[in-house]
Structures are given as C-alpha cells and as structure tokens.
C-alpha cells in the first residue's frame, strides 16, 4: 500500500539492502518463540514463452523488525555496485573498473565520477547469454556519458563509445557495429552490416 512512498528518496533516502549480518542465536531464538514473521511479497512475472505465472517471495531485509536492537549501516554508492540487468553488467565488466583486493574501483582515467547511463533493449539484451554473444569484447566505456541499444545490435572487438550513442535497428534489420570502431556523440539507426569478403 506504501509502494511509491518507499520508491521516493526525498522521503526514504535509505530504502534497499543487499547484505544481513544475523546473530545465530538470536535467529534461533526468534525461530523458537515463533515471532519471525515475514510477508508473503506476490511477485507477477512473465516466463519466455508468454505463460504469466506468480512468483512468491520474502524480503529478508523485513525481517530487521523481528530482532531487538537491530540496525542498518548506510553504504556509499562507491561500495555498491548491484548487477541486477545486463546493463549494470556491461559497466562492471568494462574498463571503467579495475578489481583491486576484491572491490571494483572505478579507474582514474575516467574524467568525472559518475557512472554512464545505459540502457539495453529487453528483447536482444536481456538474458545474460544472449548480452555476451552481442559483444566480440566489452566496449572501452570511460568516455561514455550515455548509451541506449535497442534491437538487433551487436558489437566487434575494441570498439569505443564515448558521450552519448543511441543505436536503434528497427524491427528486422541489423545493425553491427565494426571492430575499431569510435562511436562518440553518434545516432545510428536502420540497417548497418559490414562483411568480410
């Protein structure tokens, strides 16, 4: 009932958690003493061949009631990088990264410090096996401000997006970007094939 509450962050600026850190004993007292108690969440959700089915699940996060003097620690955005669409992949698997003692530091060539904005097609880009057979390599992303992909699209080796690209194939055509290729402040749309010959 409080669904757009809890999605505005001038009103909840500390909404989500990915990491629960439990005493043993205190789940095990609340188990025995019966107070855990955790809402059902419905979740609708569409299978690929179209047959509409419920997902039923908890947010364990909910759970932080059940336990006397629990608390949350607010994480910066710098220690948290979720990976929860191919979009968010494509970021973290591109040079914008480096894996240092196990966190991913964004690199020191990037020239500001925000991440680009990407936005992939569902249809072509939403399964991660179908995400990495559209890449001959992770595209050099520390010039990107913004890219959207949408449709048919699929990207050689070493290509180099910079400031904002849109690439949109229409419905039953292709567009492959070539290997080498520098894409910076580009729209491409229709049909673009290069063939070896």
């Known amino acids: ?18 990491n629960l850190w439990m005493s043993l ?8 003493e019966n107070t855990l108690d ?7 959700k569409q299978l690929d061949g179209g047959v509409n089915v419920y997902q039923l699940e908890t947010a364990v996060g909910a759970a932080m009631k059940c336990f006397d003097n629990a608390s949350g620690i607010n994480v910066p ?13 494509l970021l973290v698997m591109s040079n ?20 680009p904005l990407v936005k992939l097609g569902e249809n072509n880009f939403k399964k991660v096996s179908d995400f990495l057979s559209r890449f001959g390599s992770i595209p ?13 699209v699929t990207f050689g080796r070493g290509v180099s997006l910079r400031g ?3 690439i949109i194939a229409n419905h039953g055509d292709r567009i492959d970007i070539p290997t080498g290729a520098i894409l910076e402040n580009k729209i491409v749309s229709g049909n673009l094939r290069i063939l070896d010959h």
């Open 77 to 89: 955005r710098s220690r948290f990088l979720p990976v929860k669409k191919t979009s968010d992949l």
């Open 164 to 166: 904002t690209v849109i």
């Open 25 to 32: 004993p205190a789940i095990k007292r609340v188990v025995e």
């Open 140 to 152: 050099d992303l520390l010039e990107l401000d913004h890219i959207t992909v949408s449709g048919d």
């Open 96 to 115: 914008l990264y480096t894996l240092d003692h196990g966190s991913l530091i964004m690199s020191p060539k990037r020239m500001f410090p925000s991440t």
């Open 1 to 18: 009932e409080h669904e757009e509450d809890f999605k505005s962050v001038k009103k909840f600026n500390v909404f989500n958690t990915n």
């Open 38 to 44: 955790m809402e059902i969440i419905v979740n609708p």
